[in-house]
């Protein structure tokens, strides 16, 4: 009996012993040696902090600059810069141009090099994406998360969702979410002519209203009440990624992890029975085959029967987490896009002037439609250089699981790897002298000519993970925005203040109040 007792004790202490150096290795002697590799090398960044790294600076820089209700001047593109991603910006101008931050325990390297950014985009089985936040995973995993063939597998059945021919089919759905939210200006501005009004929570929901119509399409209705589940998702869960992040806080019943189950299961059933009706309809004949739901399922069932095996095609589970992710990923990023460039075109309202006259000379007071959209130069100049000053993702990241040569670099497996769109868009050593200034002009013969061919432009990634629904969201914008200056001309209010946070995406802190007048 002693014998047992005594084995049994040393077990545990066994155990004991090993978790506490698991720990150990973990939080102290893993990044202490990733540090010592990497500042070997000439990298640079503040020296690791037990547990927490950057975190506490970082959330401090970021709530100062947030709290300071104070109106950024637009035109100094240094201010904008170190507003928005503080902690970056600091560290680039403290360490050097590739630089290094810690996230908690983990070494996160940021480059800024061309070459080196092009390397991490194109070898997409090396450089993968890092595991996710769990609030995350609760709004957005699908093909965004994946790596490996199985990303591959789910890219190649959403691909044809996004051809421009199915693209499109969608443009009645954008122009008629358009018109709903340019009649409700209209009314507004008809007494007097013209009105103030915070343009961003209407651009929101013409954006979410978009996605909606064009993911489910004869579906919309139930659609739109289960988006609204997915909004209300996504802004529990930015609450919760903005307290310090706690390993397994995720599964205690608090009353924010409890309603955050309940809208996952609430979303889920509700996206399976409009799954499992399609797929009835789809059997006997029915269905509106033209929405990104109908297409995704056609694409599935065809690889399916092709390669006589289901696992070519995806899980109804993996179906629904693609359409949660479409809306996630397609829905304020696009609403940023529009938002930004009406923010800069009140701003510069020559740039503002000579877009309308472009979209007059194609469309008249006509409608817009899809070919005249081709001609738009000037509009099309304009989204580029917003997406350049204000791109709505602010940085992309990669982790590395093996230890890996990157350049003339020897990466060590551990570390994350952080491109920071932002600081490299705003770079004057890759933009010239006027980097931070709004100038369309510099993408008059495409995006090629402005960047030298050289991978240092990228609001929508790069290489074969460049967003899927790029094309989407530019002719979404460009509908919007051709619909606006044909029927208002726009500036800002005195009430207006410039303020761009960064919450998931880049957004207006406090609304964006705009005088509309009717034309
Ligand atoms: C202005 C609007 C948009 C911006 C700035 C944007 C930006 C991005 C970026 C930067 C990535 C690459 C992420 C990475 O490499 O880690 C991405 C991926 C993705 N985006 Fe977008 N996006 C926009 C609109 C959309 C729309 C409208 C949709 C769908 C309706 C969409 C769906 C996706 C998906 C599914 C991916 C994952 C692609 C993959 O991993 O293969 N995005 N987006």
Redesign the pocket.
């Known amino acids: 009996m002693d014998a047992l007792t005594n084995t049994l004790a040393i077990s545990c202490a066994l155990v004991v012993v090993l978790c506490a150096w698991k720990m150990v290795n973990m939080v102290w002697l893993r990044p202490k040696k990733l540090e010592k590799i990497l500042k070997n090398q000439g990298f640079n960044g503040n020296n690791y902090k037990l547990l927490f790294g950057d975190m506490k600076e970082m959330s401090m820089m970021f709530q100062h600059s947030k709290s300071k209700s104070k109106n950024i001047n637009i035109d100094d593109g240094d201010e904008v810069l170190s507003h928005v991603v503080p902690f970056p910006n600091h560290s680039k101008q403290k360490h050097g141009r590739n630089y290094i931050q810690w996230i908690g325990w983990k070494p996160r390297l940021h480059i800024m090099d061309p070459h080196l950014i092009k390397d991490i985009f194109t070898k997409i089985y090396e450089f993968q994406?890092p595991k996710l936040n769990p609030f995350v995973k609760l709004i957005a995993t699908?093909?965004?998360a994946?790596d490996g063939d199985k990303?591959a597998k789910h890219?190649k059945l959403?691909n044809p969702a996004f051809h421009v021919e199915k693209l499109k089919n969608m443009v009645p759905a954008f122009h008629l979410s358009c018109s709903e939210m340019l009649g409700k200006w209209e009314k507004l501005v008809s007494t007097n002519g013209s009105c103030e009004l915070d343009v961003w929570p209407h651009l929101q929901t013409l954006t979410g209203d978009v996605?909606s119509r064009t993911a489910f399409g004869s579906s919309y209705e139930e659609g739109i009440k289960t988006f609204e589940l997915i909004k209300e998702q996504s802004v529990l869960a930015m609450e919760a990624m903005q307290s310090l992040y706690i390993p397994g806080f995720r599964y205690l019943p608090t009353k924010r992890n409890r309603r955050m189950n309940a809208i996952d299961r609430e979303v889920n059933r509700s996206v399976r029975s409009i799954i499992d009706n399609r797929l009835k309809a789809m059997k006997v004949g029915e269905g509106n085959y033209h929405d990104?739901l109908g297409i995704m399922l056609e694409s599935n069932i065809k690889e399916i029967e092709q390669h006589q095996n289901k696992t070519c095609g995806m899980t109804i589970n993996e179906v629904i987490e693609e359409c949660k992710?479409?809306y996630v990923?397609?829905h304020e990023?696009?609403s940023?896009?529009i938002v930004w460039t009406m923010i800069l075109l009140s701003r510069h309202q020559e740039w503002q002037s000579r877009a309308r006259e472009e979209v007059l000379n194609v469309f008249g007071d006509k409608d817009i439609n899809v070919d005249g959209l081709n001609h738009l130069k000037v509009v099309t100049m304009i989204f580029y250089e917003v997406?350049r000053l204000y791109?709505?993702?602010l940085e992309?990241?990669r982790k590395v699981d093996k230890d890996i040569t990157l350049g003339g670099f020897s990466l060590p497996s551990g570390i994350e790897i952080g491109l920071p769109?932002m600081l490299i868009h705003y770079d004057e050593q890759l933009w010239g002298n006027d980097a931070k200034k709004f100038n369309p002009c510099r993408f008059s013969e495409g995006i090629s000519k402005a960047t030298k061919n050289q991978v240092i432009y990228?609001?929508?990634?790069w290489g074969?993970?460049?967003?899927?629904?790029?094309n989407?969201?530019?002719l979404?914008?460009k509908i919007v925005l051709a619909n606006i200056l044909q029927r208002f001309s726009f500036e800002f209010s005195p009430s207006y203040m410039h303020a761009p946070t960064h919450v998931l995406i880049l957004q207006p802190q406090f609304g964006v109040h705009l005088i509309l007048h009717k034309l």
């Open positions: 994406k699908g093909m965004l994946y990303w890219r959403l996605i990104m992710l479409l990923a397609g990023t696009t940023s896009l997406l791109p709505p993702v992309l990241s769109i990228f609001p929508f990634g074969p993970r460049i967003c899927i629904g790029q989407f969201a530019l979404e914008a």
